[in-house]
């Protein structure tokens, strides 16, 4: 995963999941919360974070700035990805398959606002196993750090790209 500075980056932020967890102590209830964000700017740079805070759009700030830290540039061929790719985390995996112009990005949640975020407009997605967003935008992310060019793969191999 090649990571990416942020600074000359138009990025835009999507809340892909907000959770309000419950901390029952001798006077009653503490509540506080955690924000998953996706940040990307459309153009094959996408990352995502996770913040924690006592209010929410505290949580949502500290979310955005560990997803622009963890910045991955994906390969995108034609508006879609070049070839499958299945991505594991924990108990998640996400399967992604490229798809012809017009398809559009069938997918749902955490594996949308990954995909979207990333500038891809048409792909077919599936979520096997758990559902958990945590998991599911790990797992998209680790899909795509998989993609390469065929320039790179070009390049590995010591010749030019046809």
């Known amino acids: 995963m090649d990571k990416i500075d942020a600074g ?16 029952v102590v001798k006077g009653g209830k503490r509540f506080s919360f955690n924000a998953i964000v996706v940040v990307g700017d459309g153009q094959g740079h ?15 700030r500290k979310a955005i700035e560990q997803a622009k830290k963890s910045l991955i540039k994906v390969a995108i061929k034609e508006g879609t990805i ?8 924990g108990a998640g995996r996400v399967f992604l398959r490229p798809a012809a112009l017009g398809t559009g990005v069938i997918a749902g949640g955490g594996v949308r606002a990954v995909i979207e975020a990333a500038g891809i407009k048409n792909v077919l997605t599936k979520c096997i196993g758990t559902s958990n967003p945590h998991n599911v ?26």
């Open 82 to 89: 070049p070839y499958e790719v299945t991505g594991v985390f």
């Open 137 to 162: 935008v790990k797992a998209t992310l680790e899909a795509l750090a998989q993609l390469k060019s065929i320039e790179s793969f070009a390049e590995l191999r010591g010749k030019r790209a046809l």
């Open 46 to 60: 996408v990352g995502a974070g996770l913040g924690k805070a006592n209010e929410v759009p505290e949580a949502i």
């Open 8 to 23: 000359g980056l138009e990025l835009k932020d999507k809340l892909v999941y907000l959770n309000r967890v419950a901390k």
